[in-house]
C-alpha cells in the first residue's frame, strides 16, 4: 500500500464555494501530481511539483491552482466551484530511479458540484 | 492526443481464461508501465518494463514491449472474479528536459465468475 492520503473522499458542494483538496505523502516523494478523471475515463494531468516551490500545469487546462509548500503536502483549490468541476480528483507521488518513476496514487477525491 | 491508446477499450471473459490487453504509443520511451484501477479507487502500480527489455514476468502477469512497433501487451493468466478493474498503460518518456509519464484511455476487464 502507497503512504499518500487524500482528504475528503467525497465532497459536495454548492456552485460557487471554495474549496481545498487535501493530499499528503509520507514517502518523501519529491514529485507529485494531481490528475482529473471523469468516470470510466481516462486520467488528464492537471498539476505538477518537482519539489518544494515549484509548481507547473499539466496538460489539460484547469482553474484550480495548487501549491508546494511542503515536501509532503500538495493542496489543490478551487476558489469557486461550478458544475463543470464535478470529476474525480487523483492525487500521485512518484520519485525517480534508474528504471523509471513509478506512481503511486492516493485513493481519490469524489467532487460533486450542485 | 494521449500517447498511449489501449485495446480493446473494454473486454468480458470468464473466470479461468486469459486476458490479453495491448498498448500503442507515439514517441520513444524510457520505460512503459502498466497500472489498475477498481472502481471508484486510485490507480494501483502493476509492473515497469524498461526500453531494453522485451519481455516481464510478475506472477500472473506477463508484460511485452516491441518498442519497434511501439506497442506492449499486458497478459493476465487463469483470470478471476477479482481481477475485474481498468488496466491503464503510461509511458515514461523524457520531455523537454524533464521525465514526464502519460497514462492511456485504459482498457476495462470484466471477468465473469
Known amino acids: 500500500e502507497a503512504d499518500i492520503y487524500q482528504t475528503p473522499r467525497y465532497l459536495v458542494i454548492g456552485t460557487g464555494k471554495k474549496i481545498t483538496l487535501e493530499c499528503s505523502q509520507t514517502?518523501?516523494?519529491?514529485?507529485m501530481y494531481w490528475y482529473q478523471q471523469d468516470p470510466g475515463m481516462e486520467l488528464h494531468l492537471i498539476h505538477y511539483?518537482?519539489?518544494?516551490?515549484?509548481?507547473e500545469k499539466g496538460d489539460l487546462s484547469s482553474e484550480s491552482t495548487v501549491s508546494r509548500i511542503r515536501t509532503e503536502h500538495f493542496p489543490l483549490t478551487l476558489e469557486s466551484a461550478r458544475p463543470s468541476h464535478t470529476s474525480q480528483y487523483l492525487c500521485?507521488?512518484?520519485?525517480?530511479?534508474?528504471?523509471?518513476?513509478?506512481?503511486?496514487f492516493g485513493e481519490g477525491s469524489w467532487l460533486t458540484v450542485v | 492526443s494521449q500517447q498511449g491508446e489501449e485495446d480493446p477499450q473494454a473486454l468480458s471473459i470468464q473466470e479461468g481464461e486469459n486476458a490479453t490487453m495491448n498498448c500503442s504509443y507515439k514517441?520513444?520511451?524510457?520505460?512503459l508501465q502498466w497500472y489498475r484501477q477498481n472502481s471508484g479507487r486510485g490507480l494501483v502500480h502493476l509492473i515497469l518494463?524498461?526500453?531494453?527489455?522485451r519481455e516481464k514476468h510478475s506472477g500472473r502477469l506477463r508484460v511485452t514491449l516491441d518498442t519497434s512497433k511501439k506497442s506492449s501487451s499486458l497478459l493476465i493468466t487463469a483470470s478471476r472474479a477479482a481481477d475485474t478493474a481498468s488496466y491503464f498503460c503510461?509511458?515514461?518518456?523524457?520531455?523537454?528536459?524533464?521525465?514526464?509519464?502519460?497514462f492511456g484511455i485504459g482498457t476495462k476487464l470484466q471477468v465473469i465468475p
Open positions: 511539483s518537482y519539489g518544494v516551490n515549484s509548481t
Open positions: 514517502m518523501g516523494h519529491d514529485k
Open positions: 518494463i524498461r526500453s531494453n527489455e
Open positions: 500521485a507521488s512518484s520519485i525517480g530511479t534508474l528504471s523509471g518513476n513509478t506512481i503511486y
Open positions: 503510461a509511458t515514461d518518456l523524457n520531455s523537454g528536459g524533464y521525465q514526464k509519464v502519460t
Open positions: 514517441t520513444s520511451i524510457n520505460n
